[in-house]
């Protein structure tokens, strides 16, 4: 913008004659900031040139357009630090849910009872997961603004179920406990994953992946932090030499048992400690959530409608219209998340709920069992089988980062259908390889953990291609996978009872390959839908233009046909 003595004199039609000498050194310096000198000058009066107005206008447009960067980059860091607090929501989650697996044999031992009742017990978490599930759909879709308090709520009701599971004295009272803890399990996750494909919308596969990964790093940490409490109980003896006849109990933090020379042997279990560590982790992260509802409703005092027109111009800004409150039959009915087809949307939720309800099993099994066919089948030591377990959570959350990041160049359609033939491949090698060479374990629970971790969060995000995952969707799929767990827990341990260790591999072989059914099914749905919708085959909307950018050129475009 070129700026002269002689349009500056015509631009105003009074001024302070104390400011001429300034405006005059800033004229004669070439590399005057275009901004101050216009800043200097509106301190003189107003603009009344008809000779400046289309480079006014200019200016109004580049200041408008920096002023859209500024606020664009912004909410990016906005978006990027509820996800990192979702992370840490995912990592409390994996610590919680799965210090269950390693701590079995010391619940078996403290409450003198099989393998059969503590799994039937860890089951009830999936019975706590319906009513979690339910409410949460309900919720999400009601009260879409309350998410983080649901959140804060759900993880301080899991803090206190986890610092009491170890005080439980019968294996009905543990089974109530694990029915609270599904619940919060239930309410998180629907929370949880609405925020994610509210914030981030068409873009939310690879934040899906991500945010999900925390579940894999609980899950690894979960045996390191609870191995040093553990009873130091030789596994042979447990097995073979213990029966209950021989155990009892002076207090619950002590075992006695007689070994097979006859002599008193006296144990002591810890658990409680690593219980409460976990407890106050969850608490910390419960905090955070109801941090961010005060904040939220505080924001909404002060000045809703304007957030709320802002950010319907801004399609980064689109939180609140993706979680706007619904009425009891939009909620219901399986067209409001499928463009208005009710068969398309009722054909995909019902297979999505078989696929989780297989997927989730799978999961539940190799995460409680592990352990447990570690040592009963192979022999392993008590640090081994943790540190094997610790190698199959570690690829856990190492499969999700990496689906994390080839998410950003690969379809999430393409991922789905990779993941679940590497699947059945590993499933064939656990079972011709696994059963009697250890090494085989070492390598193949790797593998599982790294193909068994993005599978989850894969699920949703292809969902979200095809349909709207409102909190109706959300809900069917996880109770598809809290059926899944339930009944996988029951199976696995009645299993594990009647037929031994070796019918964990079988059991883990024959699910993956009823998911890869249910996903090439899905797939075939998914290339189908535009036959059956008449619509479009991917569930995206057309890019608004009232992204900053675009809204300020129209903005300077209409300004100079006024003019």
Not at 223 to 235: E, T
Not at 321 to 331: E, G, H, T
């Amino acid at each position: 913008m070129e700026v002269t003595e002689e349009s500056t004199g015509m631009m105003f039609d009074f001024y302070d004659p104390s400011m001429e000498s300034e405006t005059e050194a800033l004229l004669k310096d070439t590399n005057v900031d275009k901004e101050l000198l216009y800043d200097t000058k509106m301190r003189r009066g107003p603009k009344v040139s008809d000779k400046r107005q289309d480079q006014d206008e200019d200016y109004y447009t580049y200041k408008n357009r920096r002023t859209g960067e500024m606020g664009q980059r912004g909410e990016t860091f906005r978006k990027v630090l509820v996800t990192i607090c979702l992370i840490g929501v995912w990592v409390a989650m994996g610590l919680f849910m799965e210090i269950a697996g390693p701590t079995l044999k010391d619940f078996k031992l403290r409450l003198h009872t099989t393998t059969e009742s503590i799994s039937n017990a860890v089951s009830g978490r999936s019975v706590g997961k319906f009513v979690g599930v339910f409410l949460g759909g309900f919720f999400v879709d009601k009260f879409g603004s309350l998410c983080n308090f649901v959140l804060g709520f759900a993880l301080s009701m899991a803090a206190v179920t986890t610092v009491c599971l170890p005080w439980v004295t019968s294996t009905d009272v543990l089974w109530f406990m694990y029915l609270l803890l599904g619940t919060s399990l239930g309410l998180i996750n629907i929370a949880g994953q609405r925020i994610v494909l509210a914030v981030w919308l068409e873009k939310s596969a690879s934040p899906m992946h991500i945010v999900h990964l925390g579940y894999g790093v609980g899950g690894f940490i979960a045996p390191l932090l609870v191995n040093p409490f553990l009873a130091d109980l030789p596994d042979d003896e447990i097995s073979s030499t213990v029966s209950p006849s021989t155990l009892r109990y002076d207090e619950m933090t002590t075992v006695h048992y007689e070994n097979s020379s006859s002599s008193n042997v006296d144990v002591v279990s810890n658990i409680e400690y690593a219980y409460s560590i976990v407890a106050i982790i969850t608490a910390g992260f419960a905090l955070i959530f109801f941090l961010y509802q005060i904040a939220a409703c505080r924001n909404s005092f002060r000045g809703s409608k304007t957030d709320a027109m802002e950010k319907s111009k801004d399609p980064d800004k689109k939180e609140d219209i993706l979680l706007k409150k619904r009425s009891f039959l939009q909620m219901i009915n399986p067209a409001t998340c499928a463009e208005g087809s009710f068969c398309f949307g009722f054909l995909v939720l019902v297979l999505l709920f078989l696929r989780f309800f297989f997927l989730t099993g799978v999961d539940r099994e190799v995460g409680t069992f592990l352990y447990s066919y570690a040592v009963d089948q192979l022999h392993f030591s008590k640090d081994d089988a943790t540190y094997v377990n610790t190698i199959f959570w570690i690829n856990y959350a190492v499969g999700r980062f990496v689906a994390f990041v080839v998410a950003f160049w690969v379809s999430v359609k393409i991922i789905l259908v990779v993941e679940t033939i590497l699947a059945v491949a590993t499933g064939v090698a656990m079972v011709t390889f696994a059963l009697d060479q250890p090494l085989a374990l070492w390598i193949i629970s790797g593998c599982i953990g790294f193909l068994l971790g993005p599978m989850f969060p894969t699920g949703i995000a292809w969902g979200d291609v095809y349909i709207e995952m409102t909190g109706l969707a959300i809900t069917w799929t996880l109770l598809g996978s809290a059926f899944g767990g339930l009944t996988y827990l029951r199976l696995g341990g009645f299993a594990y009872d009647k037929y031994g260790p070796t019918s964990f591999p079988y059991i883990f072989l024959g699910t993956v390959i009823i998911v890869a059914v249910f996903d090439f099914i899905l797939t075939f749905l998914g290339l189908c839908k535009r036959r059956i919708t008449g619509k479009s085959g991917e569930n995206k909307e057309e890019m608004p233009v009232s992204s900053p950018d675009v809204q300020v050129q129209i903005e300077g475009l209409d300004s100079k046909k006024d003019s």
